[in-house]
């Protein structure tokens, strides 16, 4: 059993191994190897779904996902490496989320901000007094951040996702947008300006 075990183990690792390299796995995606795509999807789809979500809300998560990695396979071959796969990934995941949004355009935007989150799902952080950190505040303070982001564009709220919370560069989420760094890093900047504003609004009596 305990080699059984650490077999397992050793082959999850190998397999972990042989597609840290990006041109391998590349290869391997454009000649349909299945190990390849499963270590693809293990690595992005919860990524890809992440990004959908802040982007379209939590409508058709799943369907929008399974189309992303359909365009994936049908279009590996036509990668050619001038940047990098992740951002290759995502420069589809927000084409697919941009056709998806001109079909829900009729009934708006949806941002699905309505369940309660906890502490540790805060990825980024703004300075505010610990008194208004506490009990209803919350509420208040997080009824505000949720209409701040329903305001936003869809491409604003995966600007902030993709910087913010999945941690890619200033140049990657340009090259994914097919904007400058400038124009992201400005709409970044104004983006958190507006939370920061909205937060500084909230006043209590003692």
């Known amino acids: 059993m305990e ?4 077999s397992e183990r050793n082959d999850k690792n190998d397999s972990q191994n042989r597609w840290n ?3 391998r796995l590349v290869k391997a995606l454009a000649k349909g190897d299945e190990e390849a795509y499963k270590y693809l999807y293990r690595n992005y789809a919860s990524k890809i779904g992440a990004l959908v979500k802040s ?16 365009r994936i396979y049908k279009n590996v071959k036509k990668f050619r490496g001038e940047s990098k796969l992740s951002t290759w990934i995502y420069r589809i995941a ?3 989320c941009n056709n998806m949004y001109r079909k829900m355009k009729g009934r ?3 941002v699905d901000l309505t369940e309660p989150m906890d502490d540790e799902d805060y990825t980024f952080q703004f300075s505010t007094d610990e008194d208004v950190q506490k009990n209803v505040t919350n509420d208040i303070m997080y009824e505000k951040l949720r209409k701040i982001l329903e305001n936003l564009s869809p491409e604003d ?3 902030l996702f993709m ?6 560069t200033y ?35 003692e």
């Open 171 to 205: 140049e990657e989420v340009g090259k994914i947008l097919d904007k400058p760094e400038g124009t992201i890093k400005s709409r970044l900047h104004y983006i958190k300006q507006t939370i920061r504003k909205a937060f500084k609004e909230v006043t209590f009596d």
């Open 108 to 110: 708006g935007p949806v």
């Open 163 to 168: 910087k913010e919370i999945d941690g890619l």
């Open 94 to 96: 927000i084409n697919v």
């Open 21 to 23: 390299d990006e041109q």
């Open 55 to 70: 982007y379209l809300g939590s409508d058709d998560i799943d369907d929008v996902v399974q189309e992303v990695f359909l």
């Open 3 to 6: 080699f059984s075990i650490n």
């Open 157 to 159: 709220r995966a600007i």
